[in-house]
């Protein structure tokens, strides 16, 4: 794949990295002033940033990060609203009236592993709905990192009392060694990463 001249390219992030940073801040305000719906279509136009197909992974990555801090932010907001009488199941249908499907799934895979976490979700369901989404991102870079914050987004699922899982835990899941919802998260998850 050909990307544009390198100053084409600092020139683009360049522009790209301004929007990001305007679309954050109207996002934090009408989080702050409680605007459920104007945060939402800041946050939509943010991760619309990411849509593009002109930057390198090295500058894609770049971008990337400075979406994955807001996106912490919107996630913090997606929980506090939980408290106030929204349920997530509420959350997850209203993100998917995104009009872009790449935002879409940046904002279903937040509110998703909040709501699997939650404890009042179908977390095989929801996780192999998300995975599925994701591999409907065809350019390489943009599903790489959408799948990468799917990832990174539901790790702690795979946490067993106070522990994470490491290596040897994975192989005792593989081999059935522990059983409930870790072993279907696990392959749901590991079917989704490209072979």
Known sequence: MAFPLAEEQDKFLKEASQSVKKNAYFMRKAMDEDNLREALRYSAAMLGELRTSFLSPQKYYELYMQVFDELGNLEAYFADEQSKGRTLAELYELVQHAGNVLPRLYLMVAVGCLYIKSGNAKSNEILK???????????????????????????????????????????????????????????????????
């Not at 998300?130 to 539901?154: A, D, I, N, W």
């Not at 994470?164 to 870790?182: D, E, F, H, K, W």
Request: charged share 15%; proline share 4%.
């Open 129 to 195: 709905d998300l995975v599925e989404m994701t591999k409907g991102v065809q350019h390489p870079t943009r599903g790489l990192f959408l799948r990468s914050y799917l990832c990174q987004r539901s790790r702690y699922l795979f946490c067993i009392g106070s522990t994470n899982l490491n290596i040897t835990a994975l192989g005792a899941v593989a081999s059935g060694g522990y059983s409930g919802r870790l072993r279907p998260l696990i392959h749901c998850l590991w079917s989704g990463l490209p072979t």
